[in-house]
């Protein structure tokens, strides 16, 4: 079992930053892809970003390219989500998701965090 816990959201102005984290405790080897997604009021929930376990490889969905950055750190087990030039289109509850290997490309994880809340006003 994986545990996560996602931190850092809360209310900016837009064209402003946040850094999420998320901070995963348990069976951590089971966390080789790692990824972030986000749910507005009354939508599906989307994915936004991904990497891989080393880091190397990272996905981003088009909306958000250029503007967030998702990066990890294995030695305490922490994910990142770096969001820049932030528009009030991107409010929506953030999740962090941990997967095989196989979910860098499927983007069926398998163990979730419980959301943090970014709310961007114009």
């Known amino acids: 079992q994986v545990q996560l816990v996602e931190s850092g959201g809360g209310l900016v102005q837009a064209e402003g930053s946040l850094r999420l984290s998320c901070a995963a405790s348990?069976?951590?080897?089971?966390?080789?892809?790692m990824g972030w997604f986000r749910q507005a009021p009354g939508k599906e929930r989307e994915f936004v970003a991904a990497i891989s376990w080393s880091g190397s490889s990272t996905y981003y969905t088009d909306s958000v390219k250029g503007r967030f950055t998702i990066s990890r750190n294995n030695a305490n087990n922490t994910v990142y989500l770096q969001m820049n030039s932030l528009k009030p289109e991107d409010t929506a509850v953030y999740y962090c998701?941990?997967?095989?290997?196989?979910?860098?490309?499927?983007?069926?994880?398998?163990?979730w965090g419980q959301g943090t809340q970014v709310t961007v006003s114009s």
């Open positions: 998701a941990a997967g095989k290997l196989s979910a860098y490309v499927n983007k069926k994880y398998d163990y």
């Open positions: 348990g069976r951590t080897f089971n966390t080789n892809t």
